[in-house]
């Protein structure tokens, strides 16, 4: 029937590939009154997104439809783009081109076996048909003088072969296509791995994420998959056309009669299936954004009991999912129905005009009924074509978004500069001085936070950076580590400017504790030896452990330092405490020359933090190494010999010696200290509160607070001169006093 030559499912994946529309494949979606004889495409099971554990910010049963797919670079409005960009893809293959060259020609052979089944059929009706009186068994029959036993034997034996052949060639597409999306995930991540952090400002993880597993293997399929069926369905409609005209001129004009209204039904309900696709991924988008959120934040979400205005919230981006696909149902419906009614129509003239042929003798019954199928296969071409571009164009689509990454070139690369940062004094620590420095973030170009920042640290200090909240203390330190460039001015250590320098052998000798820690899944070993290039001894790593204050509690788990850490099944919990103790080890055991404390202690107990204060302050008597770090708490503060003071420009208010600017009450660290509620230790208040905030309901009590923090305040102050680390501080855990007796006072000497 030409009904058949323009199935339901080819019409509907050549309409919806080509709109970036994600579509849940099936093996069959209509049943076909007879199964198609050349061999069909790989089987497609039902896929749904596999979103890496880390972050599992949409459920791993989400449906892949449900998936967005937003494309920076739109294939479909820039051709020349495209062609570029499909160029670009071929050198990924190279590498597997004779295996895709043998998997074409598998396919080939498969496909000319199935292309002879309708000549076959008509040949074995038409002998049935001349000699259907003369016949009395089915041993007399004669197909092309062979006897029919021996000629469907022969049949059945190519048909095997043709098997074969399709099994090869499926094979061989697999076998490519996970080399070229491994291949192409390993180029991407080393791509993303070495951006500068202004990448990561602009570029969200989940869209990276996507990127690297969703596009990539989009990309794989359409330059494998895709490519061996457009050579298929060419090979089949080029094939099938000359054999329908061998068969029967004037048929085959008739059916290229309705190719016209064809064509021009796909152009009209394609370009509104496209717009309806491109809403359906800005709300899909929103979908993915609300999810990611509702997710990542699910402690926040119970916390407030925010559960039904999110499950509501998620609902309503749901209700525009659902209007969306409403239209899209109607628009497909027009779709289907007017070809259908194109289809039928074709199907009464051919079949009107095929009876004519056969009662005038122009045309057997065999050779009508071999045209009706060669009329099936060459449909199902056709549009296999139409969706073979429609699909590549979404794998150049999907590609365009990896090349974006791969083309935009970072300010900072890891091997910038061809000098070596040297320190001028390999076993102690490095000067550090901002010149003139001003920046604000590439992101957020209008929210300035230096202007002509100056201020020097002496090799071999030890400095606290305090200041407002948000007013930079955070970027002096991603500036030192160089993850961005300043705007103006210069960041000379020991004298050498870092734009200028390597950036990696810069890093080297800087280690960094963060306020919150990452650790790496892995052992707690390979935590400690994070980026070393040079393994440390087992001793040297229990050693630094211990001045960490972590030895203790490593040693309780069973595998000790061999302990996996990390979110999955089989890792060990730790608790942020935990956490950051390692994460001082990780930094110490690299014995930089430059150590940045970003709030490193703010997850520990008090006992912890003394501990690990001793460790720090022995580091700072031995100078061997230049300390910077960045602090809210007096407790933290105090320890420091120099202080750094930002004002609300992030400009350097105030610079001296700690316990000199605490003894002045004018001085600004006094100030921002008495604004914090620090210096007072009691409970912070908000500074400046709305008049509708009523901090103590009862007069009385406001006033005893007051005057018990006045108290507490003025006993702060008889303290001030004690800013050393007392001599008498005790700890329940013997590992620090073992570690201060083993090595004395501790001295770092660079590796």
Partial sequence: MLKLCLPRTTLLRSQLAGSNLRIIPSIRLLSYSRPSPFPSNSPRPTRCLTVPSRTNFIPRTLPQFLVPHRTLKTASTDNGSSWRDLKRLTVLIKKDIKLLV???????????????????????????????????????????????????MGVGITLIFGCFANFGRVVILRIISERLVSRLRSQVVKNIIHKDLEFFDTFKVGDLMSRVGNDAFVVSRSITHKVADGVRSGFIGIFGIGLMLTLSRELTGALFAILPPIIWCTSVFGKQIRMNSKKLQDVTGDLTRVTEEQFNGIRTVQGFVA????????????????????????????????????????????????????????MSIGDLTAFMLYTEYTGNAIFGLSSFYSELMQGVGAASRIFEINDKEPKIKSTTGEAKFKPLNEVGGCEIEFKNVSFFYPTRPTNQIFKNLNFKVPAGSNVCIVG??????????????????????????????????????????????????????????????????????????????????????????????DTTIGSGSSGTSLSGGQKQRIAIARALIKKPNILILDEATSALDVESEGAINYTFGQIMKSKSMTIVSIAHRLSTIRRFEDVIVLGNDGSVVEMGKFKELYDNPTSELSKLLNEKSSTKEATPQPVNPPPFIDLQTNPEEKKEADNASEENGAKLDDSKEDVSVPDNMTSSDDSLKEAVNEGGPIKITPR
Avoid: W
């Avoid at 292309?115 to 049935?128: E, N």
């Avoid at 960041?491 to 390597?502: K, P, R, S, V």
């Fill in 102 to 152: 043998l998997a074409i020609v598998l396919l080939t052979i498969s496909c000319s076996i199935g292309m002879a089944i309708p000549k076959i059929i008509g040949t074995i009706l038409d002998t049935l048909r001349n000699n259907y009186e003369n016949l009395t068994s089915l041993s007399q029959i004669k197909i092309l003088n062979i006897p029919l036993s021996t000629f469907l």
């Fill in 307 to 362: 559960e039904r205005n999110e499950i509501k919230r998620f609902n309503n981006v749901l209700r525009e999912i659902f209007q969306v696909g409403k239209e899209s149902a109607f628009i497909n419906g027009k779709f289907f129905t007017s070809a259908s009614l194109i289809g039928d129509l074709g199907f009464l003239i051919v079949l009107t005009y095929g009876s004519y042929l056969v009662m005038h003798g122009s």
């Fill in 468 to 561: 407002p909240s948000g007013r930079g203390k955070s970027t002096i330190a991603s500036l030192l580590l160089h993850h961005y460039n300043a705007v103006s001015g210069q960041i000379l250590i020991d004298g050498q400017d870092i734009a200028t320098l390597n950036t990696k052998s810069l890093r080297r000798k800087i280690g960094i504790v963060q306020q919150e820690p990452i650790l790496m899944s892995g052992t707690i070993r390979d935590n400690i030896t994070y980026g070393l290039t040079e393994e440390p001894s087992k001793e040297e790593i229990r050693l630094v452990a211990k001045q960490c204050f972590c030895h203790n509690f490593i040693t309780k788990f069973p595998d000790t330092y």
